[in-house]
């Protein structure tokens, strides 16, 4: 059973930077699209990047400019750089772990808190 542990969150002032990292453990089948998702009180959970076993990138679009996302496979590691943080990039930021080929699968880590905040 694959799990998706994620490090890195906290609280931060705006302008300032964070780096979440998404650990992947158990067997993971390829290809794969890997995640984050974020969710504010009140609001839909929605897109931030997902980054593909080649590596395409695909960001959502209040944080293009701003967030990097990268992966190694041989870790099965993802991380998101997130550099001028704004006050609306407060949520729980959840990993995600998408089949993309004939084998279809969906997982979620718990979240981790992101606070911008002065």
């Known amino acids: 059973q694959e799990r998706l542990v994620e490090s890195g969150g906290g609280l931060v002032q705006p302008g300032g930077s964070l780096n979440l990292t998404c650990a992947v453990t158990?067997?993971?089948?390829?290809?794969?699209?890997l995640g984050w998702y974020r969710q504010a009180p009140g609001k839909e959970r929605e897109l931030v990047a997902t980054?593909?076993?080649?590596?395409?990138?695909n960001y959502g679009e209040s944080v293009k400019g701003r967030f990097t996302i990268s992966r190694e496979n041989d870790k099965n590691v993802a991380y998101l750089q997130m550099n001028n943080l704004k006050p609306e990039d407060t949520a729980i930021y959840y990993c995600?772990?998408?089949?993309?080929?004939?084998?279809?699968?969906?997982?979620w880590g718990q979240g981790t808190q992101v606070t911008v905040s002065s």
């Open positions: 995600n772990l998408q089949g993309l080929g004939t084998i279809k699968y969906d997982f």
């Open positions: 158990g067997t993971i089948f390829k290809p794969n699209a």
């Open positions: 980054v593909t076993t080649v590596h395409t990138t």
